[in-house]
């Protein structure tokens, strides 16, 4: 249970390190004259690489028996999309039927990276870098 745990912790603190990525990429991108869906689509994209690669070396330390390294991205990218769409759906869910996250659409954020952020794991732990 300790290593689940410690693991969890891991990959929350990748995404926290690949939120700012995320972030700073779209921005850097939208600053190059990238229009907004694009320059989205791009810095998700890019993001998505960086937590397969942050966190096959430091919350997994391997990778799936079986897989050649761009399959198992593939997979890893494919596994989280589910992930993304329940933080936005739990981020949408939050901000209109809570009114301190309608106030304060960080909280509706968080919510939805939290819920998001623990199916993403579920997901990976068992299917991309199961030992």
Request: aromatic letters at 14%; proline letters at 3%.
């Amino acid at each position: 249970m300790m290593q689940h745990l410690v693991k969890l912790w891991k990959f929350a603190l990748v995404g926290c390190v690949v939120l700012v990525l995320d972030t700073l990429m779209f921005t850097a991108f939208m600053q190059f004259g990238l229009r907004p869906n694009v320059a989205r689509i791009a810095s998700v994209f890019l993001a998505m690489v960086c937590s397969w690669i942050l966190n096959r070396v430091f919350t997994f330390k391997a990778g799936k028996p079986g897989l050649n390294f761009m399959s198992e991205c593939g997979a890893f990218m494919l596994s989280q999309s589910p992930g993304a769409v329940m933080n936005a759906v739990v981020s949408l869910w939050a901000f209109h039927h809570i009114a301190i996250a309608a106030t304060y659409p960080l909280i509706a954020v968080f919510l939805g990276s939290c819920v998001g952020m623990l199916l993403n794991y579920l997901l990976a732990s068992r299917y991309i870098f199961k030992h």
